[in-house]
């Protein structure tokens, strides 16, 4: 087999996106959504590897701006719209473009590598490790209370167009995004994820909804959500999906919680992709009727150790050396010091003895502070080379609040 990773043309688009929807099952997306890619879709960062002039493999990354611990914005690559054919794999294409595509990131002067993986197992290989998580939550709203806090009888709740309020609620996010690592600052056509709504993805429910929370004639949250109408023998067992809930504040929070709790001929509200230290569950009585489940939503990889770990702040003093091995970017590999506290850090290259040794992918999984370096160590995954350097380092990576991804990519 002779293949060949060569810059995506733009003439090339309708073809190379084709072949993506073949690698992941052949369903073609609806041409609201595929205009949507078409859009965010960034040419000069996308690839194709070709065998004899046809397309077997497709990998892009979208430049974002990520939140991390001290509340700093650090350029990132989001990896994304990887695929191999089914003709081609196991025969090295996905790791030729791993390769490649790190090398560009690291030229780019990006030094964090970010994506969503649809197969968690396939990106550990290649130093990527999960480092948030994310909540789903399916409340009984029959059995349980509304949310209430003093005050919420002052904000006013609108109904709107979800598409006339994409400007508000995108000032809402806008302030949020440094206040917890993880989220994603915007980027042009960005704001339009949130809103598409094609009838062929509803699986039975409603349109999409948006409602604002306003105090004082300011736009101070907003939920987007819609209905899935149910009925039994009972009667109507409907349920509220929310797409998305954010508020800059806890009364205008639990005003839209309690008006999604309380939509008529419904008898839950369901909620994925949630922080796992979601205030919700302090704003309810029984914890069991929410029926809640967590899994691993972004996954990290440093590019540059040294720029990465300076990028960020600590939750108390480290001065400590880390003997890091990564395979596919052989720059990072050795040992480096990193000296830091809650006002900056510095990460420069040494010679001192280690004292933890890990890979990059541990350090991945650690970076944002929703995985600690005493939990992966408890694995086997990092090793003390000096007694007590464990406990000193790993809660200066910690994070409050949690590391949240907001949407994936």
Known sequence: MTTELQPLRDADWDAWYDKLDVAFGGVPEGPERRAWWRAVTEVERAFAVRDGGEIVGTGGSFSF???????????????????VQPTHRRRGVLRSMMRHQLTDIHARGEALAVLTATEPAIYGRFGYGPATQEMRMTVDTVRLAAPDLPGVAD??????????????????????VPTRPGMLARRPHWERLPVLDPESERNGAGQLQCVLAEVDGEV???ARYAVKPDWDHTGPRGAVLVRHLDALDPVAYAALWRYLFGIDLTASVVARGRPVDDPLLHLVADHRRCDLG???ALFVRPVDVGAALAARTYRRP?????????????WNAGRWRLSGDEQGAVCERTT???????????????YLGGFTLSALAGAGRVRELRPGALAAVSPAFGSDPAPWLPHAF
């Open 155 to 176: 904000v006013r709740l609108r109904l709107v167009d979800p598409a006339a309020a994409v400007a508000a609620c995108e000032r809402v996010y806008a302030q949020l």
């Open 352 to 366: 001192d003895p280690a004292e933890l040794t890990l890979s990059v992918r541990e350090l991945g999984s650690a």
């Open 220 to 222: 101070r949250g907003y």
């Open 65 to 83: 701006g990520l939140t991390v611990p001290g509340g700093a914005e650090l350029p990132v690559a989001g990896v994304t719209l990887i695929s």
């Open 294 to 296: 967590v899994r691993e």
């Open 318 to 330: 480290v001065d400590v050396v880390l003997e890091v091995a990564d395979d596919l970017c052989p």
